[in-house]
Each structure stands twice: as C-alpha cells, then as structure tokens.
C-alpha cells in the first residue's frame, strides 16, 4: 500500500482547481485517499494518523473504524479523490494511556479519537503562526450518541494535557451551559477549556454533513470560526476572538463521550451505559497556513483579512 502521506498529497494537488476552490499552503492532509484501508491505520509507514491512539483497550483501528458505503462530496473531498471515516465507541472504548498500568485506565470514558502525528514541516508548526483547521462531521442515525451525555467531537490538547485550547461538543454539557437534547441536538464550538466560552452553536441536524474551519492565530491569540451545511460554502460566523491558543499539543478527531453522575473525577469514575455502539463520520480534515490571510471557503476561492 502507498504512503498515506505520497498519497494524499498527490491527490490533493490533481484535485487541486476541482475541490472546492481550495487553494491555501497545506500545513496538514487528513483527508482518506481512496486506495487506503482499514489496517493502513494501524501502521506509522502508510497513516498520519496515530496507530494505536487513542482507543480501548486491546482494541485496533480496524475494529473501530468503518468506511461509509454511501460516500457523497462533502466540501473539500470528492467521492472519487477521498472517502469518509466513521468512528465508533462500544462498550470497549476504555482508554488506558499507560499500556503496563491498568490503574491508569480511563473507566469514566468511552473514547476513539484518531491523532495526526505526521506533518510536512511537524507538529509544533501546526500550532504556530496563523493556521485554519478544517473539518466534516455528520451523524449516523442508525448509531445515534446518547445526548443526555456530554461529547467531545473535535478538539486541540496542549501538551501538557492540562486543557483544550478549543473543543467541539454536543450532548448535555456537565457545565450544565448550552444543554441539548435528543429532539434538539446542538452542536457547541467552545473556548480554552481553562475558562471556557461558548462561541459558536448550530443545531445538530442528523442527516446533514456540518463543516467547519477554526482559524487560529498562535502569534496573537484569537480565534475565529467559520461554518456551513452540505456543499454551502463557509461564512464566518464570529470576528477574530480573543482566545488562549498556547501550549501546542495534539488534535483530535473522534468520539470522547463523558459519564453523568456527577462525581468530579468524570475521567475514571461516573455512570455508562451498557450495549453502546455511537457513531460519527468525519471528512475533508486537513489545515492549511492562513498567514497571508488565505482561508478555502468553498466555491469561489477569497483571500479574508481576519
């Protein structure tokens, strides 16, 4: 199988005048190519994506990843270039981050997140300058998320895993802010988890795919957030927002569902349901260097000063 990175970028530049008028300096490629398999996860040669993090316990990628046969364009993929990733959290989603200690595992999660790892220039350049994250999402409703809980759908780690820099959530929030419900899902666009804002909602519409780009200024510390539905091209829809972008760390893509109960130590301890099979799909996940101020909306390529 070809390198996941040789791959992706090949694709992404012969698609280049055709994806949706994408046309900014990628700092990361995320995007599936067509040709890639399930147990090219699971190996640092063909993946950019971390190969064994994070999941459950004794579990591989293959086991929680599946490929979508109805695979219609989102945004920035084409069915005939990239194809969507749906993840998956069960009963065996339990996270243990240090393989040799089972004490360390996190009983209060049910997790599967994929991790980038490997980038053109590294990892600490994607959390530098001026960059844009984009990102799909769409529900499954046949594998719904129990929204009385709280989820965390997309965000960024500092490295010292002491906060997020911003987080994408959805469900009953254990802040008790924004709650949503089975009947009204919202999606929820918050701040850095130190001293988190609510800074952007949009209903949680199950059928629709729900793109997003999240422009962050590491220099100046602000945030900014742009959003659409379908093929609809993006619009920005806060200002330049002053945010604590700093700490670097790790971005995350995937399902960590929270406990209820209400005990503070929500990572090892509260209440889970039995039988869980949830799922999300997620594509057209890449960033791009916004520096000179270059932000892919979709459509008709725009330069936005920001």
């Not at 089975?182 to 988890?193: D, E, G, K």
């Not at 590491?218 to 806060?238: H, V």
């Amino acid at each position: 199988m070809p390198s996941f990175i040789a791959t992706s970028l090949l694709l992404a530049t012969a698609a280049l005048q055709t994806v949706s008028a994408q046309n900014c300096t990628i700092s990361f490629e995320g995007r599936i190519p067509q040709n890639f398999s399930l147990t090219d996860f699971e190996s640092n040669v063909t993946s950019v994506y971390n190969p064994t993090n994070v999941l459950g316990r004794n579990t591989t990628w293959s086991q929680v990843l599946s490929f979508p046969k109805s695979r219609t364009g989102t945004l920035f993929s084409r069915p005939s270039v990239h194809k969507p990733v749906e993840v998956k959290i069960t009963d065996a989603s339990v996270f243990q981050p240090n393989p040799s200690d089972v004490t360390s595992a996190q009983l209060g999660f049910r997790r599967s997140e994929l991790i980038p790892v490997k980038f053109p220039v590294s990892s600490e350049d994607s959390t530098t300058g001026v960059k844009t994250l984009h990102f799909s999402l769409k529900a499954n409703p046949a594998r719904p998320l129990n929204f009385s809980h709280e989820y965390q759908l997309v965000f960024l780690e500092d490295s010292s895993y002491s906060t997020n820099q911003f987080v994408l959530k959805t469900g009953t929030l254990l802040d008790g802010l924004n709650n949503t419900s089975a009947r009204n899902p919202q999606l929820i666009l918050q701040s850095n988890q130190k001293t988190p804002e609510t800074l952007f909602t949009a209903p949680f519409d199950q059928r629709a795919v729900h793109n997003f780009a999240v422009t962050q200024d590491f220099d100046q510390n602000t945030i900014r957030i742009y959003y659409s539905t379908g093929n609809a091209p993006l619009t920005p829809r806060t200002e330049a927002l002053p945010n604590d972008n700093s700490g670097n760390g790790e971005f995350h893509f995937g399902i960590l569902k929270k406990p209820t109960g209400g005990d503070p130590d929500v990572t090892k301890k509260g209440f889970q349901p039995s039988g869980i099979d949830e799922r999300i799909t997620y594509s057209g996940v890449f960033q791009e260097d916004s520096a000179s101020g270059c932000i892919s909306l979709g459509g008709v390529a725009r330069r936005r000063n920001y």
